[in-house]
């Protein structure tokens, strides 16, 4: 059983930036693919990024693409999200998930965390 557990999250005004981490509690296989999602007030929860755990096959949602980036510590178990350039609309709680795939679809992940809030003020 893979625990994650995220934090960074927080209250920030617009153009600020935030790293978001993600620690989990093992690697259990270098094929493994981490993924953040987020869920806006009133909105399905939605792809954000997603990467293998080699650091490798990065993949972004349009709305981030360009503002934010996912990597990884393999020493440290840990998934980032910088995120840069943030807006209002990415006020999200936001979740990482562990997959045993590379996938962007919610559904082929297995393990997810509890979530951090992301606020964005105007």
């Known amino acids: 059983q893979v625990q994650l557990v995220e934090s960074g999250g927080g209250l920030v005004q617009a153009g600020d930036s935030l790293r978001l981490s993600c620690a989990a509690s093992?690697?259990?296989?270098?094929?493994?693919?981490m993924g953040w999602f987020r869920r806006a007030p009133g909105r399905e929860r939605e792809f954000v990024a997603r990467?293998?755990?080699?650091?490798?096959?990065?993949y972004y949602a349009d709305s981030v693409k360009g503002r934010f980036t996912i990597s990884v510590d393999n020493a440290k178990n840990t998934v980032y999200l910088q995120m840069n350039m943030l807006k209002p609309e990415d006020t999200a709680v936001y979740y990482c998930?562990?997959?045993?795939?590379?996938?962007?679809?919610?559904?082929?992940?297995?393990?997810w965390g509890q979530g951090t809030q992301v606020t964005v003020s105007s």
């Open positions: 998930a562990a997959s045993y795939h590379l996938t962007t679809s919610q559904s082929g992940y297995n393990f």
């Open positions: 093992e690697r259990t296989s270098s094929t493994y693919g």
């Open positions: 990467i293998r755990w080699t650091g490798d096959y990065t």
